[in-house]
């Protein structure tokens, strides 16, 4: 049956995790009509979903928080770097101390979006029949709103149980003892791998591409120590926009080949001891631009990594002699006791590029070489990343136009949030902007306020409409392009260049011009009065 639409929104909110519910929040207090809702059934966005062991961010508190002092003063966390069940109760406090209950609808997976051009209106439908009508929509649905499982033949075949980590089991499955295999080496393929060999009686990782991970380097807080102190926040919460990747590092002024070799290990060693991302974006300038700087940075991480694994075979597979691909340019995770689970008796390494996977088979996995037995499969093979959330949710803009037709020959858009032809639609963490290489929170507020800014605009103004234009988008897929060709990312495959997909565009799907410059692009087109974007 078809509901009747409810009264107009100012906005209709898609996604509930950072993204989605600064904008509630916000746009609330800016006296709009809004309401929000997501597939999940709570707040929490992919920590709603991403509940398998070991699920954990890692980007570092307090940058990866909302820089509300009222949020802050009152939140305490337990680890620099928060596990998944922390980060949903986090949410679960926002959603109190900013009132969001009310204005939420979970359950609720949007299937249909079209523009109505008589009314500059968008009407919304869920996959449950629900209607709504909107002025704005505004996509929040983040860069993996849309799983990614191989076409393996036999899959319906298993006898056990095959497992996405991001659907994981609400009622835990008990896999103490059992026989695991994790597939992929991805973040979530790493921090699975940690958890589960601690477990099974028999753990197999199959690999393809080695992930060149760094040492998280963890940190428990205490109530005494919490690093860094509160009395520190506001100062680095402003510093997020000074910084590459939206945290409170920066790559450093020099380049590789300036240091003496001394002092370049010393340099190395330096951002290695720190843990976090530092290895990675606070290293020498020059790292993800040219080879040789790059195949420096490499090889330090290979003898590090090497010198944990005994085995010289597994050695080979985990950390090639060879560079498997340009350091960085393929999304580095954080581990922790990762190279060291090789050494135990229960634990098996199999590289899938040389013994690659034929098929799934009732007992397990049939690779060229053997069919291995398993409980359960676990397939951490990733997300149709960036832009595959945005195209499964019949977007329809002017002139019956799709979302899909219109990215048909590559993606399209003006600062990565808008659309020309999908008016007074804007996305956030999508495809052409810093997403995933900047840190959530930080994106979601600035391109939030950025979507704020510009609703208030319209709304002084007195206007209705307001569309990209086309000429804008074009400069922006060039500033896109001019970003990602300047590094060594476009040869690298991973879902930055959307080559993790079969048959998808290799295409840059990320801004790679760092926060700052990023935050002038939309600050100069706010002072510009969003002349970029054509209004009635
Ligand atoms: P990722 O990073 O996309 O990782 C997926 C992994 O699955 C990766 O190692 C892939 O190997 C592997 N994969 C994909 N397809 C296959 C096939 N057909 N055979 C074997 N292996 C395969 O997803 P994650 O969930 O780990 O992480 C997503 C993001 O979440 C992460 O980057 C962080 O930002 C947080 P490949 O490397 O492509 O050779």
Redesign the pocket.
């Known amino acids: 049956s078809v509901t009747m639409p409810e009264a107009v929104l100012d906005a209709l909110i898609v996604g509930a995790g950072f993204g989605g519910v600064y904008q509630l929040k916000q746009l609330r207090d800016h006296d709009y009509k809004v309401k929000l809702v997501d597939s999940a059934s709570d707040f929490g966005g992919v920590w709603y979903w991403n509940r398998y062991p070991g699920a954990r961010v890692?980007s570092t508190v307090p940058h990866y928080e909302f820089s509300d002092p009222k949020l802050w003063k009152n939140w305490s966390w337990k680890q620099r770097f928060p596990g998944s069940q922390e980060i949903r109760d986090y949410f679960a406090f926002v959603a109190d101390e900013w009132d969001l209950r009310k204005d939420a609808e979970f359950n609720t997976f949007v299937s249909r979006a079209v523009f109505d051009e008589q009314n500059n209106l968008w009407q919304i439908s869920s996959s449950d029949g629900k209607e709504y009508t909107a002025r704005y929509l505004l996509l929040n649905t983040g860069f993996?709103a849309k799983r990614?499982i191989?076409d393996w033949k036999g899959i319906d075949k298993f006898k056990g149980t095959w497992i996405h980590?991001?659907y994981w089991p609400k009622e835990e499955p008990d896999l103490r003892g059992k026989k695991i295999a994790v597939?992929?080496?991805?973040?979530?393929?790493?921090q699975l791998a940690q958890e589960l060999s601690q477990v099974a009686s028999e753990f197999v990782l199959?690999?393809?591409?080695p992930?060149t991970a760094l040492p998280m380097k963890q940190i428990n807080f205490t109530e005494a120590e919490h690093i860094p102190p509160k009395s520190a926040y506001s100062e680095l919460f402003q510093g997020r926009r000074d910084s590459f990747g939206g945290f409170n590092f920066n790559f450093t002024p020099r380049c590789t080949f300036e240091d003496s070799p001394e002092q370049r290990q010393e340099t190395y060693e330096e951002l290695w001891q720190h843990g976090d991302f530092h290895f990675w974006l606070a290293t020498y300038q020059d790292m993800l631009f040219t080879k040789e700087a790059n195949k420096e940075a490499y090889n330090f991480w290979k003898d590090k990594v090497r010198a944990r694994i005994p085995d010289p075979r597994l050695q080979a597979i985990l950390a090639p002699e060879i560079q498997p691909h340009a350091f960085g340019c393929?999304?580095i995770?954080l581990e922790n006791g990762f190279y060291e689970i090789f050494s135990q008796p229960n634990v098996s390494l199999v590289d899938?590029k040389s013994t690659p996977?034929v098929q799934v088979v009732e007992q397990g996995i049939q690779t060229t070489e053997k069919v291995w037995e398993f409980d359960y499969v676990v397939c951490?093979?990733?997300?149709d990343?960036v832009t595959g959330g945005l195209l499964q949710m019949g977007i329809q803009g002017k002139n019956g136009q799709l979302l899909t037709d219109k990215w048909k020959d590559g993606v399209k858009t003006h600062l990565g949030m808008a659309v020309s032809g999908f008016p007074n639609m804007f996305f956030t963490y999508g495809p052409q902007a810093p997403t995933?290489l900047c840190n959530g929170p930080t994106c979601a507020e600035y391109q939030g306020d950025f979507i704020i800014e510009m609703m208030n605009h319209m709304r002084k103004t007195g206007s209705q409409c307001i569309e990209a234009r086309p000429e804008a988008e074009k400069a922006w897929g060039a500033e896109v392009h001019k970003f990602a060709y300047s590094s060594l990312v476009p040869e690298t495959?991973?879902?930055y260049m959307g080559t993790?997909i079969p048959g998808k565009r290799r295409e840059p799907l990320i801004y790679f011009g760092g926060v700052p410059n990023y935050y002038l692009s939309l600050e100069s087109c706010e002072k510009g009065g969003f002349a970029e974007f054509e209004q009635s």
């Not at 597939?183 to 790493?190: A, D, K, W």
């Not at 951490?380 to 997300?383: D, K, N, P």
């Open positions: 890692d993996s990614h191989p980590p991001s597939i992929g080496t991805g973040s979530t393929g790493v199959f690999q393809r591409t992930n393929k999304r995770s899938v996977i951490a093979t990733g997300f990343a995933a495959d991973s879902w993790n």
